[in-house]
């Protein structure tokens, strides 16, 4: 009952954060702060490739200036609460290349992080977005290979049906209960398909690529259909699990709703600006980047803002 009261308090400070944006009055409210924790890979980092003009964010945020990258979508989740009366510390402990295992091991390395435990229990909002690497990581980087054939579609499978037991069970038995200690709200994103959009054969192709792109074409459809299947299965177990405080944002679902248009704006991938003249030009070009452009960041922001309006509308 008391974890119940606290919770509901919790509800109705971040409710009364996102009121006060919107009006004023002549009293003055006692200030108080909002506390946001980010947890996740690469995405809930705010990595950007250096060539665009998030990078510096980014590497504000990995060389360890700030906290937090000021662009990502926990970031700017925020700063949408923040208000007069209303202050926010907003801290990240996301990294690159991050999977569930690698979240398990920092959850427990009280040495390297001696105030993650502290900061994750006092938190009255955290975000998490996690299982990507599971699975989209070795497709990244076994694409070559799996293009050129030298990896089977078995072999594939396999590495991919590991990935996702590790996040079955990490998630389930490690991160949920670890992160909800406290008695704030945790917010867990589903996964986006980075390659909805994405054909090959518009990009621009010579050398002996244009002899090569059919077949190519032909293991990328396979190898990106394998990888939304793995995609499809943690977001359906995380839509699946129940948890006190935990809730889902489904930025697959909002994602899959997306034109084209708005595909190549939200992410750093566009198949008609790739050039081909080799097979080291599909995987390493920043057009076949899965990161979220400011704008795609922006828009996963907006997505959790919309799930705290909903969850204080629920408990006002």
């Given at each position: 009952?008391?974890?119940?009261?606290?919770?509901?308090?919790?509800?109705?400070?971040?409710?009364?954060?996102?009121?006060?944006?919107?009006?004023?009055?002549?009293?003055?409210?006692?200030?108080?702060?909002?506390?946001?924790?980010?947890?996740?890979?690469?995405?809930?980092?705010?990595?950007?490739?250096?060539?665009?003009?998030?990078?510096?964010?980014?590497?504000?945020?990995?060389?360890?200036?700030?906290?937090?990258?000021?662009?990502?979508?926990?970031?700017?989740?925020?700063?949408?609460?923040?208000?007069?009366?209303?202050?926010?510390?907003?801290?990240?402990?996301?990294?690159?290349?991050?999977?569930?295992?690698?979240?398990?091991?920092?959850?427990?390395?009280?040495?390297?992080?001696?105030?993650?435990?502290?900061?994750?229990?006092?938190?009255?909002?955290?975000?998490?977005?996690?299982?990507?690497?599971?699975?989209?990581?070795?497709?990244?980087?076994?694409?070559?290979?799996?293009?050129?054939?030298?990896?089977?579609?078995?072999?594939?499978?396999?590495?991919?049906?590991?990935?996702?037991?590790?996040?079955?069970?990490?998630?389930?038995?490690?991160?949920?209960?670890?992160?909800?200690?406290?008695?704030?709200?945790?917010?867990?994103?589903?996964?986006?398909?980075?390659?909805?959009?994405?054909?090959?054969?518009?990009?621009?192709?010579?050398?002996?690529?244009?002899?090569?792109?059919?077949?190519?074409?032909?293991?990328?459809?396979?190898?990106?259909?394998?990888?939304?299947?793995?995609?499809?299965?943690?977001?359906?177990?995380?839509?699946?699990?129940?948890?006190?405080?935990?809730?889902?944002?489904?930025?697959?679902?909002?994602?899959?709703?997306?034109?084209?248009?708005?595909?190549?704006?939200?992410?750093?991938?566009?198949?008609?600006?790739?050039?081909?003249?080799?097979?080291?030009?599909?995987q390493n070009s920043v057009n076949v980047d899965p990161h979220p452009t400011l704008e795609g960041q922006?828009?996963?922001?907006?997505?959790?803002?919309?799930?705290?309006?909903?969850?204080?509308?629920?408990?006002?």
């Amino acid at each position: 009952m008391k974890r119940l009261t606290k919770l509901i308090v919790s509800f109705c400070l971040i409710f009364l954060a996102l009121f006060f944006a919107g009006c004023r009055n002549n009293e003055t409210p006692t200030t108080k702060t909002i506390r946001v924790v980010g947890f996740g890979d690469s995405i809930s980092a705010g990595f950007a490739p250096q060539n665009t003009d998030l990078y510096s964010y980014y590497n504000d945020y990995i060389s360890g200036k700030t906290k937090i990258n000021a662009k990502c979508y926990t970031n700017i989740l925020a700063n949408s609460l923040k208000t007069e009366n209303n202050k926010i510390n907003a801290i990240s402990y996301a990294e690159s290349g991050d999977t569930t295992d690698d979240l398990v091991n920092k959850l427990n390395d009280i040495k390297t992080y001696p105030d993650l435990l502290n900061d994750s229990k006092k938190a009255d909002i955290i975000t998490l977005s996690i299982g990507a690497n599971n699975v989209l990581g070795p497709v990244l980087d076994n694409m070559l290979d799996y293009l050129a054939g030298n990896m089977s579609k078995e072999e594939m499978t396999q590495v991919l049906q590991n990935g996702y037991e590790n996040f079955r069970d990490d998630y389930t038995n490690t991160i949920i209960p670890i992160l909800t200690r406290g008695n704030g709200v945790v917010l867990v994103m589903t996964i986006y398909d980075p390659y909805k959009y994405f054909d090959l054969t518009e990009s621009n192709i010579s050398g002996i690529m244009a002899d090569l792109i059919d077949a190519i074409n032909d293991k990328f459809v396979e190898l990106k259909e394998l990888a939304i299947e793995y995609i499809n299965k943690i977001n359906d177990y995380i839509r699946a699990q129940k948890f006190d405080n935990v809730f889902v944002v489904d930025v697959n679902n909002s994602f899959e709703n997306l034109s084209k248009e708005d595909y190549v704006k939200y992410l750093n991938v566009n198949s008609e600006e790739l050039t081909i003249q080799d097979m080291s030009n599909i995987q390493n070009s920043v057009n076949v980047d899965p990161h979220p452009t400011l704008e795609g960041q922006e828009y996963i922001g907006s997505l959790f803002r919309e799930e705290i309006k909903k969850i204080s509308n629920q408990n006002a």
